[in-house]
Structures are given as C-alpha cells and as structure tokens.
C-alpha cells in the first residue's frame, strides 16, 4: 500500500492508498521507501515546536499540518504574507514541500491550504471577508468532515463547498447530523471556533530576537543575562518568584534546544538563576546559529513560601542556591536527604529522598529509631558469607567476606527481625514464612572492626544456613 | 556532650592565643577569623595548633578499606556537636549511610544532605560548591582520588567563608602522593578491651565499647612530638549518650597490648589520665610561652 507519492508519482497516476502491485504495474522501476508515521510524526512536531517563534499557540493537525494562531502576532514579523512566506520557505529549506493559508478562521485557512489551486511552495493570504468567495470553488473535503459524510454530500450532488451556501439548514441535519452545518458556519466565521485554549499572553515570558544568529556560548550567556533580568524584573513586581524556568532557543534551521532548571524554593534574583542556567548553556547545540531566544517561567510560587525542611532555621537561605546548584548539576534526584520510614526490616526503615521532592518538605512525620545498636552504612543489598558458626542458635566463629576471613572476637546477638508478611518475597526467598526471619548478630572481629550479620530463616537440622554480612558499625 | 579529658592549660593561654593570631596572618589572609571547631577530646585538642580542627580547611581523614565505619564513625562523633551550626553536606558516590544509626551517634540526618556523584569530577566540584557556602558545619566527600591539585583548591575554597572541609580517603588510594590538607588523621577500629583486666573473655559476652586508634600524621602550625608524628591516641565511645573519651595516648603505633581503660565519666566529668605523657608531647610554642 503506498501511503504518500512524489511529484512524479503522482502524475504518472499513483496515489495514496493505491496498492502495492497497482503501483509497480503502471511504473515498474518504482522507488519503494518504507513508511515511517512515527518519523514523520516527530519531525511534524519538531517543526511546529519551532513554529513556536512565531507564535506561542501552535499545534500539530492531522499527520501533515500545523495550525498557527497568529491573531495579534503582527507586532513581532512585518505582516501575514511575510511570516507565511518565511515559514515556506524555511519547510522548503528542510525538504518539505508546504502551502500556508492565513485567514479570519481556521477552517477556511484549512480549506485554501489544502484544497485551493497553489502553486507548490506558496502562500495565500485571505482578506476579511473573501472567506466566503475563496472557498465556494472547493471541494467539500475542506469542511473537515468525517469521509463518509463527504461521500454522501458527493452522492447528492453537493460537490464544492459553495453549493452548500443556498442549503436550507433544515434537511441537512437529520441527514449528516449537524456537522456539516457547523462546519461551514465555522468556516465561514459565523460561529467562533477556537483551535488553542485562549489564554491572556503569559507574562512570565520574555524573548528575544537576534539580529545576527549566534553560536557562542559567551553570546548565548550575553542573551540569557539580559532576558534573565528582564524577566526577574517583572517577577519581582508581582512579589512571585520562579520554581521552573526554561529557555528556547530557536535555531535557524528550525530546531529548537531547551534547557530548564529548578529551584529548592522561589527566587527572582537573576544573579542566582542566571548562574544556574549559564551551568547548563553547554547542553545547548546551536548548530548554524541561534535566532531567537525565549525565557520562561513555567511554574512560580509567592516568594518565601516553602522552606526547606532541613532543621537549620535562619541558614536554610543560605543554603538554598547550594542545594539548587546540586540538583542543576547532579540532577535533582541525587541530592538526597534521608527520611524514617516506618518499617521493621532495616533497609526499609530509611529512604532517601530528592531534597526538592515537595512531598517530604518540613521535618518527617516520625523519629529515628534509636531503641537498638544500628550500623551507620548499610549495604543495600546484604553481601552473602560463608560463617563457621555452632548450632543453632550461637553466633559465628568465623566468616569470610569478600574472600577475607575475619574471626570474630565478640559478639553480641541474636535481634530476631522478621520481614513483613504483607511485602513481598524477596529474589530467592520463598515466602514469608520462617524463611522471612534473620537473626542479627553485632560482632566484632580480632582488629575491632564491627559488622552486622544475620542468619536467614530457622535453624534446620537438614539445610545449610544462609548468612549475610549488612552493615557496619564502627 | 563529650567528657573533656584536660591536662593542663592555664595562664600561659592568652599568651599562645595572641602568638597564634600572628602565625595565622602570617598564613595568609584567608584563615583569619575562620574560628576553629574542637574535637571535644582534649588531649587531642590540645595537640592541634588552634584548640581544634580549624576552620576555613581541609582536612584528611584516613582510614582501612575493610574497616567501612571506623573512620566515618569517628568523623560522625566530631560533627555531632558541630550539626548545631547548619547542615552538612555528604558527597560520595554510593550513599550507604544509614539514618538510625547516625542518630544513634549523634547526628541528626535530618541536617543530612547527601549528594551523590558519579564522577570523582562531580564530587569535587559539589564540594566545592559547598565549602564556599556559608551557614554549612561541615562539608564532608569521599572521593577516589585527590592530588595535589584538587586538594589545593578545595582547601582555597574553604578559606574563602571559613567551610570546614573534610576527606575521607582509603589508605590504598592516600598513599599516593601528597595534599593540600591542613590535618591529616588516620583511623582504624581498634580491639574493646575486657571489662576486668586479666580475666578470660567468653566470646559471647558481648560487645564492648568501641574503640579507635587515632593519630595525627599530619598538621601544619604544629611541631612533631616524635618520629611517628604529632600524636597516637585510642579513644573510646561512650554510650547512647555520644560521651566519648581519650582513653589513653600510645607512645607508639604498636598498640597491641592494649591496657585497660576506665570506664568514661559521666557528661562534664573532667577526668585526668596519664599526665606524664602530655608534657613530653608538648610544642615548642608551648615552652616558649
């Protein structure tokens, strides 16, 4: 099955849908590429990303469109045409072959880009008001309707969209549902159709175009400090301070490079978050150049709302911008704080947490567990041993870890901990039962160094039993 | 918090103190007014040109590579009292602390923050960063490596806000090469001794307190007390309490007849052991003043 031709192609006779052997029979030396949506698709949503220079409001339509709402985007290009006209241009630069209609409502920009009689590669910009006239010639398939519906008007004779003005809305609706009426009424203006959430301009946005495309790190840096303070500037009026930033930078071959950054708790000073992005500026690959850059707040809080839960009062500002330059570099989930966790079994009575995870700010909600000797490093997962220990129940003589023997001096022990029957069974554990028991043996060997040992499971007569070396003490 | 085993001190103090000032503009300008953190055990205090680990610093502490805890162990029992002061940053690579356990020791994980690296490069850095910030106690890494290089700038970025910087390093990986650090420790478990001398240990008696043995290879404003280096102390852990005490200075590095120790006073309990060796480990500065 073809699912797109060529130029060519296409006047030889071939169309989409046409099946594979239809093809080769009427052009046998046929060049076959295989189909890639999920390809297409990502390039389509590249390209609309870029599109986002133009206009905060795009989307992509369909397997092969983009709409762009540029109502009052005038101010930042010379006019429609010229912005139509560049964004064919710079598809045509990429290798794709594009029609862009401007006009008073998305339907009938949808119909002309579509349908109407364009040259390749070029642009039509509709007048207010010649919507109704631009699209009387077109076929029906530019309303946007579902294909059979379509076909139906086809059957009836109702062909271009144009004979469908003199229609009595009446019959039409029982026939083809009220689609189609809505459709031409959308098309036409008549009713508003809104094709992105309107919203008022974020004002926590400021961009910037570049008379000259840049590449330098140092510019970029020069770029961000001047958007950066722009932007802190109107923060501080409104007494808000930013949690999530990120800046675009829009290439000139329509690629666009973002970087983002967060911060422990809000701040406008562009001093500290312009230090944070300018850490991340080598993330960005400029390729031919930079054309356009856009700062944006994408999550602010009232300043001073949160603190950070690390017990240090008045020192908590300071370390702040410590904490935000951690996470910016080591990633948020590698600056860590560790939380009690209300569990028996030792590896679960703590969790480290990202210091920024707002779902642990303030202090933890119980206390460490003090009642009993605990090691200071646990081995996360218990490093299994070989122990010379008498039955059943005595701690051992002696163990080998990680091929050293140590021989224990002392020891102290056993804390029986029995996993919760409710988790469940870990690898090579099979069940709760009595296998889901350890006994803990404090022990110290003949240099004093400590360790923490558990015996898996009940002493049986049959089996050998597991041991495991998990913390140490010191 | 810690029983202060003092041996002395007295009238010459104001003099030493004002002689110290001195040597620390000599420094440089950066260590002035960088305030010191003592350790708590006072003979080890005592030793140390400033009255404790100085601040605005690196220092290096070395330990075993089999011996996991000791050294973070002991570390731990130098920050308890220091974690009133602000957080402290942990950098290393795999972070195995166990929170019930460090309050056991004295230090509250809550004032914990943990940054975990995977290249020695980021850890350095992350250091860095948090030496140079004020309102930390402490800043703490574990970094495979350090030369010179590394050490030197940690240690300028200390200077800078007077951070306390501080290395712990495993003996296999310190042998090579010399730092910038202002102290250098090396720490290792050392044997619980019985609780009556003499008398036959049953092998599940139980554990004792722990022990380590501390010395102090390196410390720059100091003079040597001998061939071994500036001291060698065993120093005891008291109880849940976080008391720990100097059980007694080793005149050498053997150690392996370890004597008895009394049992560590209450908190505040001023308690003298063995005078004698004090004296003869005293600096020149010392008999000068």
């Known amino acids: 099955m073809l699912a797109a031709v060529d130029p060519a192609a296409a006047l030889a006779g071939l169309a989409p849908g046409m099946s594979l052997a239809d093809a080769r029979a009427r052009l046998p030396d046929l060049r076959l590429v295989d189909a890639d949506p999920a390809g297409d698709a990502q390039a389509l949503a590249g390209f609309a990303d870029w599109c986002g220079r133009f206009s905060p409001w795009t989307s992509v339509d369909g397997a092969d469109g983009i709409w762009l709402d540029v109502t009052g985007c005038v101010p930042l290009v010379p006019s429609e045409e010229a912005l139509a006209r560049e964004l064919v241009e710079r598809a045509a630069r990429l290798g794709f072959a594009a029609r862009a209609a401007v006009a008073d409502t998305p339907g009938a920009a949808w119909a002309v880009a579509r349908y109407a009689e364009l040259p390749a590669s070029s642009v039509r910009i509709l007048a207010a008001g010649e919507a109704r006239a631009a699209l009387a010639p077109l076929p029906v398939a530019g309303l946007r309707l579902a294909a059979e519906i379509t076909q139906d008007l086809k059957r009836l004779g109702l062909k271009r969209i144009g004979d469908l ?6 019959p039409l609706a029982p026939r083809f549902g009220e689609a189609v009426a809505r459709r031409l009424d959308q098309a036409l203006g008549l009713i508003e159709e809104p094709i992105s959430p309107r919203q008022p301009i974020e004002p926590r946005m400021v961009r910037r175009i570049l008379a000259e495309p840049i590449s330098t790190p140092e510019a970029i840096e020069h770029g961000l400090t001047q958007l950066m303070a722009l932007l802190c500037r109107r923060l501080e009026e409104e007494g808000l301070g930013a949690r999530r930033l990120e800046l675009a930078c829009f290439r000139v071959d329509a690629q666009v490079e973002r970087i983002a950054i967060g911060t422990s708790r809000p701040s406008h000073e562009p001093g ?3 230090r944070l992005m300018t850490e991340k500026i080598g993330e960005i690959a400029p390729g031919f150049g930079i054309e356009l850059m856009q700062l944006r707040a994408l999550a602010v809080e009232p300043l001073a709302a ?5 017990d240090a009062g008045q020192a908590d500002g300071a370390v702040a911008p410590l904490v935000d330059r951690l996470a910016n570099r080591l990633g948020a989930r590698n600056v860590l704080r560790l939380m009690p966790e209300n569990s028996h079994l030792p590896e679960r009575a703590q969790r480290a947490v990202s210091v920024l995870d707002e779902r642990h700010g303030g202090k933890p909600k119980q206390d460490w567990p003090v009642a009993r000797p605990r090691p200071i490093r646990l081995l996360t997962y218990p490093d299994p041993i070989e122990v010379m220990a008498p039955v059943p129940d005595d701690p ?9 023997p140590h021989r224990v001096r002392r020891a102290e022990g056993p804390e029986r901990i029995a996993l919760e029957w409710w988790r469940e069974p870990e690898n090579g554990q099979s069940g709760a039962g009595t296998d889901g028991i350890r006994d803990y ?3 110290e060997d003949e240099a004093g160094r400590r360790f923490w040992l558990y015996r898996r499971g009940l002493y049986r007569p049959e089996t050998v039993p597991a041991w495991f070396l998990h913390g140490f003490f010191p | 918090m810690a029983t202060l085993v003092q041996l002395g001190g007295g009238k010459k103090d104001a003099a030493l103190a004002a002689l110290r000032a001195t040597l620390r503009r000599l420094e440089g300008p950066g260590r002035v007014a960088a305030g010191v953190a003592p350790t708590g055990l006072g003979p080890i205090d005592d030793v140390l040109p400033e009255g404790g680990l100085a601040r605005g610093a690196l220092h290096e502490i070395v330990g075993e590579a089999a011996d996991r805890a000791a050294a973070s162990g002991f570390v731990l029992r130098l920050l308890a009292g220091l974690a ?3 957080p402290v940053l942990w950098c290393l690579a795999d972070p195995d602390l166990y929170g019930p356990g460090l309050q056991r020791l004295g230090l509250a994980p809550d004032r914990l923050i943990l940054a975990r690296t995977r ?13 140079k910030t004020p309102g930390l106690a402490a800043v703490l ?8 290089t590394a050490s030197r700038r940690l240690q300028l970025a200390a200077e800078s806000v007077g951070g306390l910087g501080l290395v712990l390093r495993q003996a296999e990986a310190a042998k090579a090469g010399a730092t910038a650090a202002v102290t250098r420790w090396r720490v290792a478990s050392a044997p619980s001794a019985v609780a009556v001398p003499g008398a036959p240990v049953p092998r599940d008696f139980g554990l004792m307190r722990g022990r380590w043995r501390v010395s102090l290879e390196r410390c720059r404003g100091a003079a040597p007390a001998g061939e071994h280096g500036y001291g060698h102390w065993l120093v005891e852990e008291g109880d849940a309490a976080g008391i720990v005490a100097v059980a007694q200075e080793l005149g050498d590095r053997s150690g392996a007849s370890a004597p008895p120790v009394r049992p560590a006073g209450p908190v505040g309990q001023v308690e003298p052991i063995r005078r004698a060796v004090r004296d003869r480990r005293d600096t020149p500065i010392r008999q000068a003043g």
Do not use: C, N
């Open chain 2, 141 to 148: 890494g574990e970094p495979h490596g350090l030369d010179l």
């Open chain 1, 306 to 310: 949160r603190q950070l839960g690390l």
């Open chain 2, 119 to 131: 290249r020695d490069a980021d850890l350095l850095w992350a250091m860095e960063e948090g030496l």
């Open chain 1, 396 to 404: 051992p003589l002696m163990f080998r870890w990680r091929r050293v």
């Open chain 1, 165 to 170: 003005y003199g229609m009595a809305r009446a």
């Open chain 2, 84 to 86: 009133a002061q602000g």
């Open chain 1, 272 to 274: 500290h978050l312009g």
């Open chain 1, 441 to 443: 043996y404090r022990v």
